[in-house]
């Protein structure tokens, strides 16, 4: 396995304007990102939590704890604590500018 970046470890928002295809782009918090209703992001933790950000009614914020472990091939897998299988998401590219993702469900992570 090799190791992961370590500018993956920080909290990373959704920039949805910069998707391509099944690849998803997320920028540092401090971004300056264009005006939008809500982002959606998370923050990675290198001792496996996972705080995951979702936009709540009011444009507020929701926060979920979750954890993750290292898998090969530049791949990690959530999961919400006491569930046995999550999502997989693997890292296609990981600068302090910029993340690129390719998210698998439940099934693809077996």
């Not at 782009?25 to 982002?39: E, I, L, S």
């Not at 990690?76 to 910029?98: F, K, L, Q």
Request: hydrophobic share 30%.
């Amino acid at each position: 396995m090799s190791p992961l970046p370590t500018a993956l470890f920080r909290h990373w928002i959704h920039s949805r304007e910069e998707d391509r295809g099944e690849i998803r782009v997320y920028r540092p918090a401090d971004y300056d990102f264009p005006p939008a209703r809500g982002r959606d992001g998370f923050e990675l933790r290198p001792d496996g939590t996972l705080i995951r950000y979702g936009i709540a009614a009011a444009d507020g914020t929701t926060k979920r704890t979750e954890r993750w472990s290292e898998l090969a091939g530049n791949r990690i897998r959530i999961g919400v604590p006491d569930r046995e299988r999550g999502e997989v998401w693997e890292i296609e590219s990981c600068t302090a500018e910029m993340l690129r993702l390719r998210r698998h469900g439940p099934a693809e992570a077996r």
